[in-house]
């Protein structure tokens, strides 16, 4: 699991993952900025612990996580060009976290996204 809550935690994941799902991360990341900033520049932008967006990258971490939160808000399936991902809404601190998972849970799959 890899938790992303400012620029340089972005291209840390952004080393280890390509393709549409990077894109993908790196739109949702960006929207989070322009939604969340009070002005700050992008490189001094950090999202509170409960606003992190959660990377998931195994199956196990994936049921886990599911099982230990009772406040899902939402989970849609995301396709993209390779495959597709969940993106998961849940409830925390009155506001929802987002988290990521590839649906198959494959990991190269995330890498050639």
């Known amino acids: ?5 400012c620029l340089e935690d972005f291209e840390a994941v952004a080393s ?11 739109q949702e990341f960006y929207g989070l900025y322009e939604y969340l900033s009070n002005g700050e520049k992008i490189d001094e932008f950090i999202l509170e612990p409960y606003q992190a967006m959660i990377l998931l990258e195994e199956k196990e971490e994936l049921s886990n996580f599911l099982n230990n939160f009772l406040d899902l808000e939402f989970m849609d399936e995301v396709k993209l060009t390779n495959f ?7 409830l925390c601190d009155e506001d929802v976290q987002l988290c ?4 198959n849970n494959n990991c190269n799959d995330i890498n050639e996204g």
Request: aromatic content about 12%; hydrophobic content about 50%; overall charge positive.
């Open 1 to 5: 699991m890899k938790q992303i809550r």
């Open 16 to 26: 280890v993952i390509s393709g549409n799902f990077l894109s993908y991360l790196k």
């Open 84 to 90: 597709t991902v969940l993106r998961i809404g849940i």
């Open 100 to 103: 990521y998972a590839a649906k």
